[in-house]
């Protein structure tokens, strides 16, 4: 799972970061290619030249004279009977020249020839007339054009003059746009926001990608905490198997020696003995019914097909009754008992068999899981529409940790490889469930080594 994540993250970012540079290369190609554009039809417009002329990005050494080459295309216009003569505008070490390929040599290339300096002499007088393209222009301009193709960039232009090199091409940087004739200025463009536009163009792609590692991060998750989740209930369940096999084999095997030693040994003469026995064999009856009672109900509950037959119980009634039943059992192990009534109405609408397995399986566990001495306390308290039933020992007590897991099936809390107690981690499962169904309410509170109170409420 681990290394699916891992992978699926390090696709995720190679695929994003190679969107990021392309992006970074369009918005780098777009913003520098519309800055040029915004101030070469500036020069245009002020130069009175045609604001139709397609814009075509110049190359280095040609950005000083590009707009009279804008004029060079309307000297090389052919007409009908001129010679097929090209010409050309140059930039050079003195200034922009003319240069001319004659392929026909006849007066009328001449002519063009010389018209041609006449512009480049008339361009050049009136560029020195002009004065340099302002900042503000060039920003409401370019603005324009930015909004027009919807791009939110922030940026600032700086201005600069031009120093022109020996070979006759001028000495700036590519991404510079150089305009005049006589006096070039350059305009460079910086881009200050990079990031973060860059991050708002790619916020679609951006949240997918989080949308589809988190996704799967948190579906990895949610399967490798139910594996945890059935493993921990396949341990659970073999120690209940193993528990329950035992304790189905002793009263199996008692039984079965009760009625051998009725058969074999004259038991029959001996009315005593043979009462002895019987007892013995339907204590031994009782308990392995209860047992299997106990797993029967739960699985009707898991299917629910136990329906409730619902009564008014008097609940402090019914809870003196269940304490005299265990009577044997109380005094066996030298409890104390203490009965406490709060209010005068304690009278729930519930079924009288499973309200009695509850009290008896929460007094059956306050036993257990008593001292030396157990104390028990048990309070039934009127609240006005519920009644709130409290059994509290001084037993053991539970650790923070397991208190919620005490009312899952098969669970038990753990005292090392062996549990002292005998049980099978279905009573307090089977409480919960039974005041569940009564649309009641369970809690416990516990401090390990003084003893656990275990509250149910109940609706009248």
Not at 95 to 107: E, F, L
Not at 127 to 147: C, F, G, H, M, V
Not at 261 to 269: D, G, V, Y
Not at 405 to 431: A, E, M
Request: proline letters at 3%; zero cysteines.
């Amino acid at each position: 799972m681990l290394a699916a994540i891992l992978l699926i993250v390090s696709f995720q970012g190679w695929w994003l970061y190679k969107t990021y540079k392309e992006q970074q290369r369009e918005m780098y190609w777009s913003s520098h290619m519309y800055f040029r554009e915004s101030i070469w039809q500036l020069q245009g417009s002020r130069l009175k030249l045609d604001s139709n002329e397609k814009f075509r990005p110049p190359g280095r050494g040609e950005s000083v004279v590009f707009m009279m080459n804008m004029v060079r295309r309307r000297l090389n216009e052919k007409k009908p009977g001129d010679s097929v003569t090209a010409v050309r505008i140059q930039s050079g070490k003195e200034g922009p020249m003319v240069v001319r390929i004659n392929k026909g040599g006849d007066s009328l290339a001449n002519k063009k020839e010389k018209a041609a300096e006449r512009m480049l002499d008339i361009m050049m007088g009136a560029d020195s007339l002009l004065q340099p393209l302002t900042i503000s222009e060039i920003r409401a301009k370019y603005d324009r054009q930015l909004k027009k193709r919807n791009m939110g960039i922030s940026y600032s232009i700086t201005q600069d003059s031009v120093d022109i090199k020996e070979d006759g091409t001028p000495d700036v940087d590519r991404n510079e746009v150089i305009v005049g004739f006589s006096h070039p200025v350059s305009y460079k463009l910086k881009i200050q926001n990079e990031r973060a536009y860059l991050f708002k163009k790619l916020a679609p792609q951006l949240g997918f990608s989080l949308f589809l590692i988190g996704l799967t991060i948190v579906s990895f998750y949610l399967l490798y905490k139910n594996l945890l989740k059935q493993r921990r209930l396949t341990a659970l369940k073999n120690d209940f198997i193993n528990n329950i096999t035992h304790e189905l084999k002793t009263p199996i095997a008692t039984v079965s020696v009760a009625i051998e030693a009725l058969k074999n040994f004259n038991a029959m003469k001996d009315p005593e003995r043979t009462r002895e026995y019987l007892d013995i064999s339907g204590n031994e009856l009782n308990r392995l019914g209860m047992l299997v009672d106990k797993v029967l109900k739960m699985s009707m509950f898991e299917k629910s097909e136990l329906e409730l037959k619902k009564e008014p119980i008097a609940l402090d009634a019914l809870v003196n009754e269940v304490v005299r039943s265990m009577q044997l059992q109380f005094e066996k192990e030298h409890a104390i008992v203490d009965i406490k009534l709060k209010g005068s109405n304690f009278t729930i609408n519930g079924d009288r068999l499973h309200i009695t397995s509850v009290l008896y399986n929460l007094l059956d566990n306050a036993l257990k899981y008593s001292k030396d001495e157990p104390a028990i306390s048990i309070a039934v308290t009127d609240k006005s529409e519920e009644v709130e039933l409290a059994v509290t020992d001084n037993g053991i007590g539970i650790s923070p940790v397991y208190k919620q897991k005490i009312f899952d099936k098969f669970f038990r809390v753990p005292h090392g490889d062996t549990h002292n107690i005998k049980g099978y981690g279905l009573g307090l499962s089977y409480v919960a469930q039974v005041v569940k169904e009564h649309g009641g309410s369970i809690d416990v509170t516990s401090e390990e080594g003084k003893g656990s109170t275990f509250k149910v409420t109940l609706k009248k």
